[in-house]
């Protein structure tokens, strides 16, 4: 008997396994899923949550009722890896063996990487919502903001879901009309980069829209530290931002797990093979999600894109043969853009956010680049998906189509051609 461990019961390691179960015999393979708790949470639903749009039982769901029956859950915490003895040990001091390890423990917002974030003005006036606490703490600052300057904030890249920042200050822009004190607010999105997105193409559409909704743009702001006496963002290069209400979002990092064992890069995700996802220095180490480098977008859709070529090389590696699939890198993000409309943005390592309909390229309904209100019912039926499809390893009831680069909707190259992808295609 074989034993696949998989560290993380999130988006990835729940998807991963229910798509693996019905290929690996129950009679040669065991799969077990560890995790800290049995709450599964629905990130992209924590953006909602401070406009009171969701509230926690939308977000949170129990995890051992994903997980396809034969899999074991281990609740506790993660603490070592021993790479080289094929071991994992929970805090309690549990031992769990495995011939196959795949590692889905996400990134998480880590405010103590940043001098001052935690001080005394922490969910008072500096507010993140990568959380469910935060955003719910974020929720009752915002119903109290009665005007000022709210500056919404990146320390660091990569961070999960990018355009997430963006999207709160549309929504932000679209509450404060609705409640008739937008000329009493003033909005301001700081970022690392030189412009609004990492992509060009989607940095300048995005910055189109920004403008238009006069929400000013800090670019090349590399955070030093809060200071709270101030209020003030302080950069490297000495720079000040003051603010009234601070809605960051704190750098992302992997697993501490991940650093102990040398699995990890300095941001402790693990470096693989963008086609493959197998760990760069360890050949029965594969890396999902948010967890792995690939130089794509940290998303649920990249996490679900890539599964169809993920299972199909895994099956083929835990048999002894050669893996013969790519993922190529592809995701689509439902940019929030306030008013019952939205943005889509669907790429790839190798090509660009392009004004291609999905997943029908003559009639959409989706449309790429393009701010819809169809997009808005792709962004907000992305939940009911999540739960009750893609979760159980199902596949969206979308008839097939072609991605940006040519490839099938599902995100998948026929043969392993990863390539080196396109400088700067996301982060
Ligand atoms: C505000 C926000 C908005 C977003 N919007 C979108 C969107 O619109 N579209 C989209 O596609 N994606 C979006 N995302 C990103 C999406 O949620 C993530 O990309 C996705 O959850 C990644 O899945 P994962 O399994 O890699 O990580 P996670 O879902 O974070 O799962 C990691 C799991 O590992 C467990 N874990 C970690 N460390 C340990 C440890 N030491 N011991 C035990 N267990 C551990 C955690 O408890 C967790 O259950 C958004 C994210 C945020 C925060």
């Not at 709450?39 to 749009?53: A, I, M, R």
């Not at 769901?61 to 915490?77: C, F, H, N, T």
């Not at 992302?252 to 995700?269: F, K, R, S, T, Y």
């Not at 199902?394 to 680069?405: E, F, K, V």
Request: proline content about 7%; aromatic content about 8%.
């Amino acid at each position: 008997m074989k034993h696949v461990l998989v560290l993380g019961g999130g988006a990835a390691g729940t998807m991963a396994v229910a798509k693996l179960c019905p290929r690996l015999p129950a009679s040669e393979w065991r799969i077990t899923v560890v995790d800290r708790d049995d709450e599964h949470h629905y990130q992209p639903g924590y953006l909602f949550v401070p406009f009171g749009t969701y509230g926690r039982a939308d977000v949170v769901k129990p995890r051992s009722r994903y997980l396809p029956e034969g899999v074991d859950l281990v609740l506790g915490e993660i603490a070592t890896i021993d790479t080289e003895g094929g071991a994992v040990t929970l805090a309690d001091g549990t031992v769990l063996a495995y011939d196959q390890l795949i590692v889905a423990t996400g990134t998480s917002p880590r405010p103590d990487q940043t001098p001052g974030m935690l001080g005394p003005e922490w969910r008072r006036s500096v507010h993140e919502f990568y959380t469910l606490e935060g955003a719910e703490a974020l929720r009752d600052a915002l119903a109290e903001f009665d005007g000022g300057r709210l500056v919404a904030h990146v320390s660091e890249l990569p961070v999960k879901c990018p355009v997430a920042p963006l999207e709160f200050l549309f929504l932000a822009d679209a509450h404060f009309r609705e409640r008739g004190i937008r000329d009493r607010v003033e909005l301001v999105y700081v970022t690392p980069l030189d412009g609004a997105f990492t992509t060009p193409v989607a940095a300048e559409r995005l910055a189109g829209l920004l403008e238009a909704r006069g929400i000013a743009v800090e670019a090349d702001f590399v955070v030093e530290r809060v200071d709270s006496d101030a209020k003030a963002l302080v950069s490297y290069d000495e720079r000040t931002v003051p603010f009234d209400l601070l809605v960051t979002v704190p750098v992302n990092m992997g697993a501490d797990a991940i650093a102990a064992c040398g699995l990890g890069d300095e941001l402790q995700h693990v470096p693989v093979d963008p086609g493959t996802l197998q760990s760069r220095r360890y050949p029965n180490v594969f890396a999902l999600g948010d967890a792995n480098d690939a130089p794509t977008s940290k998303a649920g859709s990249a996490v679900h894109l890539a599964l169809e070529s993920f299972v199909e090389n895994f099956v083929q590696h835990a048999h002894g043969r050669p893996m013969t699939h790519a993922y190529d890198g592809r995701v689509n993000c439902f940019v929030e853009t306030g008013g019952g409309k939205a943005l889509l943005l669907d790429f790839d390592y190798a090509t660009q956010p392009s004004p291609s309909r999905y997943p029908l390229s003559a009639i959409g309904p989706f449309s790429g680049l393009e701010e819809t209100a169809m997009n808005h019912v792709g962004k907000m039926m992305f939940k009911w998906a999540y739960w009750h499809l893609l979760l159980r390893g199902r596949d969206l009831p979308l008839p097939a189509g072609t991605g940006p680069s040519g490839h099938s909707a599902a995100g998948v190259a026929p043969r392993l051609d990863a390539g080196s992808p396109a400088e700067g295609a996301a982060s």
